[in-house]
């Protein structure tokens, strides 16, 4: 059968409440749709999915689909809470289809909270999932929530923004994700902005190419990040293509990272030696983006190969971006300014970082002006700049 439940457009429809039970083995467990398309117009609102647990449901476990947040008909005020969804999307997607265990798509103010999205996808040939996926939507939030376990054959997304508008994402943890492609943690796709994360962790994302556990892609911006941690994210591939990275933002601005951690970002196998493989922070082509308190440490590349290389803080290419009082401790390099010209060039701000422990270099592209070093703790009386950027000492990896 194709849906264990369907709310389907037609007339307008409200105040519908599903509750306590067990939906299984159906292509989608529940279907609510506003998208119609013709002559309907009206929207879906006010429908509450509370203590449901959905399994083995192989294309979605929920799936919300609205036309988008600025249609007539769209989904509004939805609540979805303490629901139990897994082992869903496990199918191998049709052309233009994506599998995905919670869908929200043209969604108005749609809340998830307190709910276990758990051991959905597949390692079958050509599954790519997002687990949870917020589309075309506006101040949507995801609260509580876990997403452990999930897997894909191909590439993965763990929570997928693409074109949200002022959502929210708190308190929220996602560990041992996986897939054989590429994978993306928390990602903002598609003009996604204003979007807001607390207290938001990405624990042990593998896959064999690329993986980032945040992404943040072209005219993603005015995005906030308060206290979000990528940990052990970790690109397991052999080849050129296997780089991790923590927080990789790219082509946007006004992007900010409050109290943020990047640690143990590797990847042990690459043999890319072109730049570095493994990153903790990295703006590229950002403009106005802010790293405040942040910190970086123990990110690697293949050890065994020291021509490969790791960063905790990088900024490349980029205009009147800000990092102040962060940090970065066990990486090849600590942090780089790319083109060099550190704190003299005008377009970007630097102050009162430290790099300590670094393996290779605590600061590359910076002026000298604009940093000092310390042989070790003991010796930081020698630096008297109150503004400046400082380096501690160098270790062995």
Same mark, same amino acid.
């Given at each position: 059968?194709?849906?264990?439940?369907?709310?389907v457009?037609g007339?307008?429809?409200?105040?519908?409440?599903?509750?306590?039970?067990?939906?299984?083995?159906f292509?989608?467990?529940?279907?609510?749709?506003?998208a119609?398309?013709?002559?309907?117009?009206?929207?879906?609102?006010?429908v509450?999915i509370?203590?449901?647990?959905i399994?083995?449901?192989?294309?979605?476990g929920?799936?919300?689909v609205?036309?988008s947040?600025?249609?007539?008909?769209a989904?509004n005020?939805?609540?979805i809470?303490?629901c139990?969804?897994n082992r869903?999307?496990t199918?191998t997607?049709?052309?233009?289809?994506v599998?995905?265990p919670?869908?929200l798509?043209?969604?108005?103010?749609?809340?998830?909270?307190?709910?276990t999205?758990n051991?959905?996808?597949?390692?079958?040939t050509?599954?790519?999932?997002?687990?949870?996926r917020?589309?075309?939507?506006?101040?949507?939030?995801?609260?509580n929530?876990?997403?452990?376990d999930n897997?894909?054959?191909n590439?993965l997304?763990?929570?997928?923004?693409?074109g949200a508008i002022a959502?929210?994402?708190?308190?929220?943890?996602?560990?041992?994700?996986?897939c054989?492609?590429?994978?993306?943690?928390?990602s903002l796709?598609?003009?996604a902005?204003? *979007?807001? #994360?607390? %207290?938001?962790?990405?624990?042990?994302? !593998?896959? =064999? +190419?690329?993986?980032? /556990?945040?992404?943040? $892609?072209?005219?993603c911006d005015? *995005?906030? #990040?308060? %206290?979000?941690r990528a940990?052990g994210? !970790?690109a =397991? +591939?052999a080849?050129? /293509?296997?780089?991790? $990275?923590?927080?990789?933002?790219? *082509?946007?601005?006004? %992007?900010?990272?409050?109290?943020?951690?990047?640690e143990?970002?590797?990847?042990?196998?690459?043999?890319?030696?072109?730049?570095?493989?493994?990153f903790?922070?990295?703006?590229?082509?950002?403009?106005?983006?802010?790293?405040?308190?942040?910190?970086s440490?123990?990110?690697?590349?293949?050890?065994?190969?020291?021509?490969?290389?790791?960063?905790?803080?990088?900024?490349r290419?980029?205009?009147?971006?800000d990092?102040?009082?962060s940090?970065?401790?066990?990486?090849t390099?600590?942090?780089?300014l790319?083109p060099?010209?550190?704190?003299?060039t005008?377009?970007?701000?630097?102050?009162?970082?430290?790099?300590?422990?670094?393996?290779?270099?605590?600061?590359?592209?910076?002026?000298?002006?604009?940093r000092?070093?310390?042989?070790?703790?003991?010796?930081?009386?020698?630096?008297t700049?109150?503004?400046?950027?400082?380096?501690?000492?160098?270790?062995t990896?």
């Amino acid at each position: 059968a194709l849906f264990g439940i369907q709310i389907v457009p037609g007339v307008p429809q409200s105040d519908v409440s599903i509750s306590n039970g067990l939906i299984q083995n159906f292509n989608v467990g529940i279907s609510v749709s506003a998208a119609g398309g013709g002559t309907i117009t009206q929207p879906v609102e006010r429908v509450s999915i509370s203590g449901v647990t959905i399994t083995q449901c192989s294309i979605r476990g929920i799936d919300f689909v609205g036309n988008s947040f600025a249609a007539a008909n769209a989904i509004n005020q939805g609540i979805i809470q303490n629901c139990v969804i897994n082992r869903c999307a496990t199918a191998t997607p049709l052309a233009g289809q994506v599998v995905s265990p919670l869908s929200l798509q043209g969604c108005i103010d749609v809340v998830t909270q307190n709910c276990t999205i758990n051991l959905n996808g597949s390692g079958a040939t050509g599954n790519n999932t997002q687990v949870v996926r917020i589309v075309n939507s506006l101040k949507c939030s995801l609260i509580n929530c876990q997403m452990n376990d999930n897997a894909a054959f191909n590439n993965l997304r763990v929570v997928n923004l693409s074109g949200a508008i002022a959502s929210t994402l708190q308190d929220c943890v996602a560990k041992n994700n996986s897939c054989l492609g590429d994978a993306r943690g928390y990602s903002l796709e598609n003009t996604a902005t204003g *979007n807001e #994360f607390y %207290n938001v962790t990405m624990l042990a994302l !593998t896959a =064999t +190419g690329i993986v980032d /556990a945040f992404f943040t $892609t072209t005219n993603c911006d005015r *995005n906030l #990040f308060i %206290n979000a941690r990528a940990v052990g994210t !970790t690109a =397991t +591939g052999a080849g050129l /293509a296997a780089l991790a $990275t923590g927080f990789n933002f790219i *082509n946007n601005r006004f %992007n900010s990272c409050i109290d943020c951690i990047a640690e143990g970002t590797t990847a042990p196998n690459t043999t890319f030696v072109a730049n570095f493989a493994s990153f903790g922070f990295d703006l590229n082509v950002t403009g106005s983006d802010t790293l405040l308190r942040c910190s970086s440490s123990d990110n690697t590349a293949n050890l065994a190969n020291p021509a490969t290389l790791s960063v905790g803080i990088l900024v490349r290419n980029g205009t009147n971006n800000d990092v102040q009082d962060s940090y970065a401790t066990r990486n090849t390099v600590g942090i780089r300014l790319d083109p060099d010209g550190g704190i003299t060039t005008p377009t970007n701000n630097f102050l009162r970082n430290r790099s300590v422990g670094n393996f290779v270099t605590q600061y590359e592209g910076f002026a000298a002006t604009s940093r000092g070093t310390a042989a070790t703790i003991n010796n930081l009386n020698a630096i008297t700049f109150p503004w400046t950027n400082i380096g501690v000492g160098l270790q062995t990896p």
